[in-house]
């Protein structure tokens, strides 16, 4: 699918020839690179290439409303998009006994992002590991190197009062959570079920493991987020009892005292961290913790704002395209039903503009459109509550709504 128009009107501003604003900062570059603690989008284009993954699910319903947001926003700012599918997850099962064949990986590092909506369901759950939906995500981030996923659970107004907790504890949250993606317990070997010889009981195993230059990396990432947000950072971790996570705070310290002496850095142990987000939530700006934990509190944080079905997120490695997506799953209870909301995409769609595409004003547009939608009073059903005064919508007008915003307002 190919978004294009005739007008050459670029409304993105730049600073030089291949310079462009990100939130990490001015960045000047001619290739396809994200060097050293910075991340680089692409160079600023008239045209690009995107592979979008629709996955299982809800995937194909929320991916086609944000495929006509994205062609509202391409017309009206004069730039094309090319839209690729590929195969991810169980469709990609089904059709090429894969979870994530060589042709998608291939066609991803191609591009130069990719958007995916969601993966996964009980039809694949009883399948060997290898062939599980899951298996497919994590080898995607393996083989691109997707090492620093970001995710924001910031509240809305106008949603402050679809979360379960208090008005006074969730008014103003604005955290930005960033994870790494390719370490830890998920990737560390040796790992398996064996039987013990001795007494014929099976055994599970993983190995919790992760290398200075990988604390580092992450950590540089996590202090540029930091330096562009409030200059605070919150390393989460449990040095008090893993070795692993005593040179994750060994390490983090290092980062930061030598690369970012501004940044107020402060530790915090895992399940403290997991209480204090519901406690007071407003003590953070910035998190950065390894996968497992990771995991566990972005979900965590997500719930702050009341719906998963509004937070973008986004893979990044230090080249090549990032891969951007809604965090919740699936969803095949509703699927094919017409009442996934489809605005966490659609905000995914404005983080690939802004860290991968190089047009952060575009980015704006969208999250306005999505900002003036909840003004409107319209709601999808997970977002929707009696009494409110809104009006319950499906996925297909919320979609066709914010397009209809984006290319008029």
Same mark, same amino acid.
């Given at each position: 699918?190919?978004?294009?128009?005739?007008?050459?009107?670029?409304?993105?501003?730049? /600073?030089? /020839?291949?310079?462009?604003?990100?939130?990490?900062?001015? &960045?000047?570059?001619?290739?396809?690179?994200?060097?050293?603690?910075?991340?680089?989008?692409?160079? &600023?284009?008239?045209?690009?290439?995107?592979? +979008?993954?629709?996955?299982?699910? +809800?995937?194909?319903?929320?991916?086609? !409303?944000?495929?006509? %947001?994205?062609?509202?926003?391409?017309?009206?700012?004069?730039?094309?998009?090319?839209?690729?599918?590929?195969?991810?997850?169980?469709?990609?099962?089904? @059709?090429?006994?894969?979870?994530?064949?060589?042709?998608?990986?291939?066609?991803?590092?191609?591009?130069?992002?990719?958007?995916? !909506?969601?993966?996964?369901?009980? &039809?694949?759950?009883?399948?060997?590991?290898?062939?599980? $939906?899951?298996?497919?995500?994590?080898?995607?981030?393996?083989?691109?190197?997707?090492?620093?996923?970001?995710?924001?659970?910031?509240?809305?107004?106008?949603?402050?009062?679809?979360?379960?907790?208090?008005? =006074?504890?969730?008014?103003?949250?604005?955290?930005?959570?960033?994870?790494?993606?390719?370490?830890?317990?998920?990737?560390?070997?040796?790992?398996?079920?064996?039987?013990?010889?001795? /007494?014929? =009981?099976?055994?599970?195993?993983?190995?919790?493991?992760?290398?200075?230059?990988?604390?580092?990396? +992450?950590?540089?990432?996590?202090?540029?987020?930091?330096?562009?947000?409030?200059?605070? #950072?919150?390393?989460?971790? *449990?040095?008090?009892?893993?070795?692993?996570?005593?040179?994750?705070?060994?390490?983090?310290?290092?980062?930061?005292?030598?690369?970012?002496?501004?940044?107020?850095?402060?530790?915090?142990?895992?399940?403290?961290?997991?209480?204090?987000?519901?406690?007071?939530? *407003?003590?953070?700006? /910035?998190?950065?913790?390894?996968?497992?934990?990771?995991?566990?509190?972005?979900?965590?944080?997500?719930?702050?704002?009341?719906?998963?079905?509004?937070?973008?997120?986004?893979?990044?490695?230090?080249?090549?395209?990032?891969?951007?997506?809604?965090?919740?799953?699936?969803? $095949?209870?509703?699927?094919?039903?017409? %009442?996934?909301?489809?605005?966490?995409?659609?905000?995914?769609? @404005?983080?690939?503009?802004?860290?991968?595409? !190089?047009?952060?004003?575009? !980015?704006?547009?969208?999250?306005?459109?999505?900002?003036?939608? #909840?003004?409107?009073?319209?709601?999808?059903?997970?977002? &929707?509550?009696?009494?409110?005064?809104?009006?319950?919508?499906?996925?297909?007008?919320?979609?066709?709504?914010?397009?209809?915003?984006?290319?008029?307002?």
């Amino acid at each position: 699918m190919k978004f294009s128009v005739a007008s050459s009107v670029l409304i993105c501003a730049v /600073t030089g /020839t291949y310079g462009f604003v990100t939130p990490f900062g001015v &960045k000047t570059s001619n290739n396809f690179n994200r060097i050293g603690s910075t991340l680089e989008a692409v160079p &600023k284009s008239e045209s690009y290439s995107v592979t +979008i993954l629709e996955g299982d699910g +809800i995937g194909p319903e929320i991916s086609t !409303a944000t495929k006509k %947001v994205l062609a509202a926003l391409t017309k009206r700012c004069g730039f094309e998009l090319e839209l690729k599918p590929a195969l991810i997850g169980g469709c990609a099962i089904d @059709a090429a006994n894969s979870p994530f064949p060589d042709e998608s990986l291939a066609q991803c590092r191609s591009s130069d992002s990719v958007l995916l !909506a969601c993966i996964g369901g009980p &039809k694949w759950d009883g399948n060997p590991r290898e062939l599980r $939906p899951e298996s497919g995500l994590l080898k995607m981030r393996k083989e691109m190197g997707l090492f620093a996923n970001l995710r924001p659970a910031k509240v809305m107004s106008q949603l402050v009062d679809a979360s379960t907790l208090k008005r =006074e504890i969730v008014e103003g949250v604005d955290v930005m959570v960033v994870r790494e993606l390719t370490g830890d317990v998920y990737f560390g070997a040796p790992k398996g079920i064996d039987t013990d010889p001795v /007494t014929g =009981e099976r055994v599970g195993y993983n190995n919790m493991i992760y290398s200075e230059s990988e604390v580092r990396r +992450i950590a540089k990432v996590a202090g540029d987020v930091a330096m562009k947000r409030g200059k605070k #950072l919150c390393s989460v971790d *449990k040095a008090n009892v893993l070795d692993v996570s005593q040179l994750w705070r060994d390490v983090t310290i290092d980062v930061m005292e030598k690369d970012y002496p501004e940044v107020d850095l402060s530790h915090m142990y895992v399940d403290n961290a997991a209480m204090q987000l519901i406690r007071w939530p *407003k003590q953070f700006d /910035t998190i950065v913790t390894g996968n497992i934990f990771g995991d566990i509190l972005s979900d965590e944080a997500s719930m702050l704002v009341g719906s998963l079905g509004m937070l973008p997120s986004a893979s990044i490695g230090l080249e090549g395209p990032g891969v951007f997506e809604p965090i919740h799953g699936s969803a $095949p209870d509703i699927a094919g039903q017409d %009442v996934a909301n489809p605005l966490a995409m659609i905000l995914s769609a @404005a983080m690939m503009l802004r860290y991968d595409l !190089a047009r952060p004003e575009e !980015a704006d547009i969208l999250e306005r459109a999505v900002e003036a939608v #909840l003004d409107k009073g319209i709601r999808t059903a997970d977002i &929707k509550f009696d009494g409110d005064g809104c009006r319950l919508v499906g996925c297909v007008e919320m979609g066709d709504t914010v397009a209809e915003i984006v290319a008029t307002v």
